[in-house]
């Protein structure tokens, strides 16, 4: 069966809905989605409402020989699990599901499209809509699209204030993609909390006027739960010329100017109106971070003798900064702003030609305009993705460079107040940008030295108070958080803090980042993947996984190595003659406690809380095989346990020794590896830390770890299927009674927690450097 053929018969294909995007209007439907396979999948077109190629996979389909529909309907890689479209979510969806199709195919075909299942992040959506208000909204796009100039915006006065309303112009809405991900970004922020109401709030979205890419979420936004309205960016004033515009139109007293690329993390708008209102600022910016949970900026400072803006903090880790608290003045700042809406009107007045660096510009004309500052404030955490916003970009900087220098003869003072407050003496390298407008990655930029820091500074302090960077493998991204290791390394590092050491963690991403001339110590958490290390710091080896990866050469490089493993460590020492310490995995006290809250869904049930890794693994499948009544927590178990079997696919790390302590047995087991050389899990030590009946795979070292509490029959094993199920087939309350348990909670929590690792590192740390220095 072709692809086309595969389409018509699946349902998933809206006419109308393509038509619009493509401009074209087809004979039948068969011709749709001939041209939807032949070229309207790579422009990342949507086939249908409940279906948006770029929500499966937006990297993939300009360049993949496979259509997105196709390999949705077919199932690739779990998509008959994810969310389509912020109008379906299979999760939600109600009515039965058929192991040969597909969630989305079962709701057309058989289920009620008029009662739709929202996915979590479309809250921006009014309750009860339908299928035909979709429909109906893409129809009012059709009729009215947005306006071919932005001039009958400024022709009558100013619109009156709305008490307590404010205003959100979003620029960069150039996609579907970007205007829903603008949406579900004020979303976030307008919600109400315990002691305030939502934020009310009305939506200008700017579209090129061009850009039929954003059609889709134009239509969608009309559905949304507050005032959205649209202007054109069009002419050669551009972005600048349609803010202008939309100020000018906006009700808000208000004003939030953000681009499409920003997020928000932390804070509500209730909080952003607050910080406003408090700190007397003209205008407010929040700390921002990249893709990489960096700094991208704090503001903007600037050279002593150039004219350049610089990210401040650029590249820094937040983590590793001492931040004042709970705000900050700057020289200037970039969008997201929040300022009142008629002081946004009188410093644009009619826009301005040229974007680049507008938004700064704007930022320091408030301040100039009403004599307050513009305040950063880093509880009020944002998010910035790929690409320049619309403000701070130009296809001209050969003109729009003079332009701010001409506008800016004299820049912002405050910088060097700034670095003092923040005890740094940064260095201002690259190049002006007017002298090579076109090489943006050329120009001026900083590193953060501390005041009085030089190359090869050495930490003096007494007692020391170094700075630590621990490394990981795990991803940027929010689902890292589904990572082992992340929570490993955040609980070393609150470790290392309580010792009065400043600590990071690095993830994958921010291996090798631009800031590492600012550590003392790094610390890899050796697991998938090799570390790239800095020069002029104490590099230090902690293998806790995955150990057959590591080679003699990659240790050879650290200063201090240690294993999570007495047998291997002892092994490698003596085949590589590189010295290696024995260092257990651990526990945090601060979260696996006991705690006799009861988890009514695991209580009487073996408790199993990981991925399947794309493998049946053996305690899970036996435990099943054996009849015993079992709750699994994790991702890619459909298709190898029965739905009854899956309680969920994740459990917050903040709460799971409740589920420990809950269940009848706790399972765990090992990767081949880690167990053939004695690598013992951090879950071994978090369940007993949390009073769980711990049940594991047999591994070297056990006895070790829990011999002065069990001194008979120590913990609860297999080695084989035959060994699990003769200890299922008793009771966990007989193996472990009430004493053992508490006993187990109270020595692992003393002797295998992260504050004693920590101890043993930093005194180790302290101990080579002070050799190192003599």
């Not at 002006?432 to 090869?456: F, N």
């Amino acid at each position: 069966m072709s692809a086309a053929e595969r389409i018509l018969a699946s349902g998933v294909f809206d006419v109308e809905w393509y038509q619009h995007q493509a401009g074209l209007t087809f004979a039948d439907r068969a011709e749709a989605v001939s041209h939807y396979v032949e070229e309207g999948r790579r422009a990342g077109w949507s086939p249908h409402p409940l279906f948006l190629p770029a929500r499966l996979d937006p990297r993939r389909w300009d360049h993949d020989e496979t259509d997105p529909l196709v390999a949705y309907l077919e199932g690739a890689d779990g998509a008959w699990e994810k969310s389509t479209s912020p109008l379906f979510d299979p999760a939600r969806a109600d009515g039965p599901r058929r192991p040969d199709r597909s969630p989305l195919v079962s709701l057309l075909a058989d289920g009620d499209p008029r009662t739709l299942p929202l996915a979590p992040d479309a809250g921006w959506l009014r309750d009860g809509v339908t299928l035909p208000d979709v429909r109906e909204a893409l129809r009012a796009q059709v009729r009215e699209p947005v306006g071919e100039t932005a001039t009958s915006w400024r022709d009558g006065p100013a619109r009156k204030a709305v008490p307590g309303l404010m205003s959100v112009v979003v620029t960069d809405c150039a996609s579907t993609s970007e205007v829903l991900a603008a949406l579900g970004a004020v979303d976030l922020v307008t919600w109400a909390a315990d002691d305030r109401p939502a934020q009310p709030v009305e939506v200008v979205l700017l579209v090129r006027d061009e850009d039929r890419q954003a059609s889709v979420g134009l239509a969608l936004a009309r559905l949304a739960r507050w005032e959205v309205r649209t202007v054109p960016v069009s002419g050669p004033a551009g972005t600048v010329a349609a803010v202008a515009a939309a100020v000018h139109g906006a009700r808000g007293e208000h004003t939030l100017l953000m681009s499409a690329r920003n997020g928000f993390r932390e804070g509500t708008l209730a909080d952003w109106r607050t910080a406003f209102s408090e700190s007397g600022a003209a205008a407010v910016h929040p700390l921002v971070l990249n893709s990489r949970n960096l700094v991208s900026d704090a503001g903007v400072v600037y050279p002593p003798y150039e004219k350049d803006p610089v990210p401040f903090l650029g590249g820094m880790h937040p983590a590793g900064v001492v931040w004042p608290a709970p705000w900050f003045s700057v020289p200037g700042a970039p969008v997201p702003l929040l300022a009142r809406t008629k002081s946004v009107r009188a410093a644009l007045g009619d826009g301005q030609a040229g974007d680049l660096w507008a938004d700064i510009s704007l930022s320091q004309r408030l301040a100039v305009q009403e004599g307050r500052p513009v305040v950063v404030v880093p509880g009020l955490v944002g998010t910035r993705g790929a690409g320049a916003a619309a403000f701070d970009s130009s296809p001209q900087p050969g003109e729009d460079l003079p332009a701010f220098r001409a506008a800016w003869p004299e820049v912002p003072s405050g910088s060097a107040d700034l670095f003092a407050a923040f005890g740094l003496s940064p260095v201002f390298l690259g190049v002006s940008a007017v002298s090579a407008p076109e090489k943006e990655s050329s120009w001026t930029r900083a590193l953060w030295l501390p005041a009085g820091a030089g190359r090869g500074a050495t930490v003096t302090e007494a007692p020391p108070s170094l700075r630590w960077a621990i490394k990981i493998a795990a991803p940027a991204a929010d689902r890292a958080r589904q990572w082992g290791d992340f929570h490993f390394a955040n609980s070393l590092a609150d470790a290392l803090r309580a010792l009065g050491q400043r600590a990071v963690v690095d993830n994958r991403l921010n291996d090798a980042r631009f800031t590492s001339y600012t550590d003392d110590v790094v610390v890899t958490l050796r697991g998938l993947f090799a570390v790239t290390l800095p020069t002029n710091v104490t590099s230090v080896a902690w293998v806790i996984s995955h150990p057959d990866a590591v080679t003699a050469r990659e240790l050879a490089t650290y200063d201090l190595r240690y294993a999570a493993s007495p047998r291997w460590a002892r092994d490698v020492s003596s085949a590589w003659d590189l010295p290696v310490r024995p260092l257990l995995q651990c526990t945090d006290p601060s979260r696996f406690y006991l705690d006799d809250e009861p988890v009514p869904e695991v209580v009487g049930k073996a408790l199993f809380v990981g991925n399947s890794r794309g493998e049946a693994r053996p305690v899970v499948m036996h435990t099943v095989a054996s009849g015993t009544p079992i709750a699994v927590y994790g991702e890619q178990w459909e298709g190898f346990l029965p739905a009854a079997a899956i309680a969920g696919t994740y459990v917050p790390n903040e709460i799971l020794r409740r589920y420990y302590r809950s269940a009848a047995w706790a399972l765990n087991d090992h990767w081949a590896d880690m167990r053939d050389l004695g690598f013992v899990s951090n879950r071994v030590f978090d369940v007993l830390a949390s009073g769980g009946r711990l049940l594991t795979d047999a591994i070297e070292g056990l006895d070790e770890i829990t011999r002065n509490v069990l001194p008979e029959r120590g913990l609860a094993r297999f080695r084989t299927a035959e060994d699990l199920e003769a200890v299922l087939a008793g009771e966990g309350g007989a193996w472990y009674d009430e004493t053992s348990l508490r006993a187990l909670s109270d020595h692992v929590r003393k002797e295998h927690s992260f504050g004693a690792r920590a101890q043993v590192l930093l005194e180790d740390v302290l101990a080579h450097r002070a050799t190192a220095s003599d």
